[in-house]
């Protein structure tokens, strides 16, 4: 009897649960007419019972006349098998109280402050690329701007670079509650955020800005306890317009306004945080709380007669 030399698959062709045809199915397969339909043509990788029983029969039979010859094992590996992610996303570092010294190369923002302003807002202090730029709210990821110009406070967006026009052409200024820049907040002492407020009230008394705005839940935090001696409790804490007992730059002596007034106050408003790291709130509810003042300021602007000045060109670039 001759023998018969059988074909060596390659390894990589092998897969677990893989069954070798025979010749005669091969050739039936070979002239096979062809199918005129897209769905004639699906059938051949229909599930078919008969063809696999007989492929199994064939291939069990071929097994059987080599059982003599040295099987080659194919190591199955698993692909259901749960995977880690290759770049795992990693925790931002929460930060600590930094020396004023980390950041001594950087310049604390100049304010945007003169007499008699509709309002000005007040922030935490400048972050590193603020700092950098020397404009207001520079980072790419604060949403200060945008907000301004989405609740009417502005009639367009502007730039970082334009902060300095804001007196000029809207009656409306900038400060911060502590001056030295940091990469964030919590590099700042209770110490220095304390000694702000008093900062702030002497300015506000000097320049009787309308109103102030609290761009910040920790802000109005920070002047709370200067003023009680502890946090606003739940029920305290609102955004939006604040009591008039709440109002900044209030002094012990009788002072009048530009118009000749009893000067009261600033009176407050709180707002949310601009800062792209300020998840808490979506931007649909930022947006419906900065709107009101947005309304207010617009308002006031109409009732004041206040009409834009034109803006020093090398101020502007600056």
């Known amino acids: 009897m001759a023998r ?111 007499p008699n302003l509709i309002c ?3 922030g935490t ?19 200060f701007w945008k907000l301004l110009h989405s609740s009417g406070l502005t009639d367009r967006r502007l730039k970082p670079e334009e902060d300095v026009t804001l007196p000029a052409l809207y009656c409306m200024g900038n400060t911060n509650i502590v001056d030295r820049p940091s990469k964030d907040a919590a590099e700042l002492s209770k110490e220095e955020m304390a000694a702000g407020t008093a900062n702030l009230d002497t300015k506000f008394l000097k320049y009787k800005p309308e109103a102030v705005c609290i761009v910040g839940k920790g802000i109005w935090e920070a002047i709370w306890r200067y003023r009680y001696g502890r946090n606003p409790t739940k029920a305290e804490f609102k955004y939006g317009w604040q009591d008039e007992e709440h ?32 998840a808490s709130l979506k931007p649909a509810e930022k947006e419906a709380i900065w709107k009101p003042f947005g309304e207010w300021v617009q308002k006031r602007r109409v009732e004041k007669g206040f009409m834009p000045r034109p803006v020093n060109q090398a101020q502007s670039d600056s």
């Open 4 to 114: 018969i030399r059988s074909a060596k698959l390659p390894a990589e062709e092998v897969t677990e649960g893989s069954t070798l045809g025979s010749t005669a199915d091969q050739a039936e397969e070979d002239h096979q007419p062809p199918t005129p339909s897209f769905d004639g043509k699906l059938t051949k990788f229909q599930y078919d019972s008969t063809s696999i029983s007989s492929n199994n029969a064939s291939s069990t039979a071929f097994s059987t006349q080599h059982s003599s010859k040295r099987t080659r094992r194919i190591p199955i590996v698993a692909t259901d098998a749960p995977t880690s992610s290759p770049n795992p996303k990693k925790k931002r570092k929460s930060s600590r109280y930094a020396e004023p010294s980390k950041y001594a190369h950087l310049s604390p923002l100049t304010d945007i402050l003169e």
């Open 120 to 122: 000005v807002f007040v």
């Open 125 to 143: 202090n400048p972050g590193v690329q603020t700092a950098t730029a020397g404009h207001a709210y520079a980072h790419p990821s604060n949403h």
């Open 247 to 278: 109002n900044m730059g209030q002094s012990e002596k009788e002072v009048r306004d530009g118009q000749e007034k009893v000067w009261k106050g600033s009176k407050v408003f709180v707002t949310t945080s601009t800062s792209g790291l300020a």
